[in-house]
């Protein structure tokens, strides 16, 4: 079965845009700042729509912001049989 992870580079563009707060982003995309916090530590995937908003504010596509990958995890049985 594989699992999936989603990670962004967040806080890094944030740096680059004078050094954006948390808060910050939060106000102009409508979220709260536990949100962002949320989604930058990969503990929370946004919404389409908030994807979206975010990558407005950095003037930017969505897939500069997040990156999508699959991780293969082996059946343990088969592992096993090995």
Same mark, same amino acid.
């Given at each position: 079965? &594989?699992? +999936?992870?989603? @990670?962004?580079?967040? #806080? %890094?563009? #944030? +740096?680059?845009? $004078?050094?954006?707060?948390?808060?910050?982003? &939060? %106000?102009? =995309?409508?979220?709260? #700042?536990?949100?962002?916090?949320?989604? $930058?530590? @990969?503990?929370? @995937?946004?919404?389409? /729509?908030? &994807? +979206?908003?975010? &990558?407005?504010? +950095? #003037? =930017?596509?969505? /897939?500069?912001?997040? =990156?999508? $990958?699959?991780?293969?995890?082996?059946? %343990?049985? $088969? /592992?096993?049989? %090995?």
């Amino acid at each position: 079965m &594989a699992k +999936f992870v989603i @990670s962004n580079n967040i #806080r %890094k563009l #944030r +740096f680059y845009n $004078e050094e954006m707060t948390q808060q910050e982003l &939060a %106000k102009r =995309t409508g979220v709260t #700042r536990q949100t962002i916090v949320a989604i $930058e530590n @990969s503990k929370y @995937s946004p919404t389409l /729509e908030l &994807a +979206f908003r975010i &990558a407005e504010v +950095f #003037r =930017t596509k969505v /897939e500069d912001i997040f =990156t999508y $990958e699959i991780i293969e995890e082996k059946n %343990k049985k $088969e /592992e096993d049989l %090995k």
